[in-house]
């Protein structure tokens, strides 16, 4: 298929105080949650001016792609959709029709697989196309890549960097600690989520110049307690990291491609503020954002999708992940029901 645009899909965050509910209603859309506990988590981001970083640093991305495709092609013009607050996808979709757009390919902001992380865009995707109709463009979401080199070498570097700040004689007493977003149970039974997290994990411990003992922990959980996430805890494992010794906690929170909610204030205030209360280090390292490395992955995911039988790099042994997922891979979790 020739392609004629490439559409940034992403989450989506507020950016200001009065986005704040809006936003939450419309993450939650569908799931029950009360009135009170939205107005808890809308407190987080009041703390931050009501702004999540996420839509400015998609912004910045955007910007450092269309630089990237410009200079090395293909010359594609690129559009900016999200799941949760504007630019909606939808409106974007509307915008791409009306622009005589045929046929796109999609960069989703998640490395992994999982029901909300692909399968849930790939839904969004089609429910967007089948608002604005006949004249919406056909959509084709690029890989996954949570194991690309792209990804893979800014991640080493920030690590790298990080270690060497700390001083050698509490490097023996320090650990790693990635995180990523927990998830149900359920979610994770049905996907490859925790596979692919575990695999970016040891990618990046294997560049290491000067490794440490790391672990993989998980951030953000929400839902009732009585339904099973992905643990430990990163708050709950700092506590036992403490007890046992350990003096310095450098964090990589390696589900994320870049800063969300979750990642500035889950770690770089609740997990940090943690960390102090128990008498450890913690230092948090960026995400991948927009370096240049990641931003020349797109490009590559670009290309391959492009010219079919060119070469599609991946670290590792489980290789690259195919361009099309399977009809039933990453179902939605079971909601729990009344009775369970």
Request: glycine fraction near 6%; charged fraction near 25%; hydrophobic fraction near 40%.
């Amino acid at each position: 298929m020739a392609y004629d645009a490439i559409i940034v899909v992403s989450f989506g965050g507020p950016e200001g105080p009065d986005d704040v509910m809006p936003f939450l209603e419309n993450v939650t859309r569908g799931r029950g949650i009360p009135r009170a506990r939205l107005a808890e988590v809308a407190e987080n981001y009041q703390r931050f001016g009501g702004v999540s970083p996420i839509n400015g640093l998609n912004r910045q991305l955007i910007a450092a792609l269309e630089r990237e495709l410009r200079d090395y092609g293909p010359q594609l013009p690129v559009y900016f959709g999200n799941r949760n607050w504007h630019p909606f996808l939808e409106a974007t979709v509307r915008e791409m029709a009306a622009d005589g757009i045929g046929a796109a390919l999609a960069f989703v902001t998640s490395a992994y697989s999982s029901y909300s992380s692909c399968r849930q865009y790939l839904d969004d995707i089609a429910a967007a196309r089948a608002a604005v109709g006949s004249s919406a463009p056909a959509i084709d979401k690029l890989r996954a890549f949570w194991n690309h080199p792209g990804f893979i070498a800014p991640m080493v570097d920030r690590l790298a960097q990080a270690i060497a700040a700390i001083p050698v004689a509490d490097r023996e007493a320090s650990r790693i600690v990635y995180t990523a977003h927990s998830v149900p149970l359920s979610m994770a039974q049905t996907s490859d989520y925790e596979l692919q997290l575990r695999d970016a994990c040891r990618l990046v411990d294997e560049r290491l110049p000067e490794p440490l003992a790391s672990e993989l922990a998980y951030q953000s959980r929400s839902g009732p307690p009585s339904v099973p996430w992905l643990e430990p805890d990163i708050l709950d494992r700092l506590e036992q990291l403490a007890a046992q010794g350990v003096r310095h906690v450098v964090n990589l929170p390696i589900g994320f491609v870049c800063d969300h909610m979750e990642v500035v204030f889950d770690l770089d205030t609740q997990a940090a503020e943690k960390a102090r209360d128990l008498g450890i280090g913690f230092t948090r390292v960026a995400t991948a954002g927009s370096d240049p490395r990641f931003v020349s992955m797109v490009r590559e995911l670009i290309t391959e999708r492009i010219h079919p039988g060119s070469e599609r790099r991946a670290l590792g042994p489980l290789g690259p992940r195919p361009d099309l997922c399977a009809a039933d891979c990453c179902p939605p979790p079971r909601r729990p029901t009344r009775d369970s």
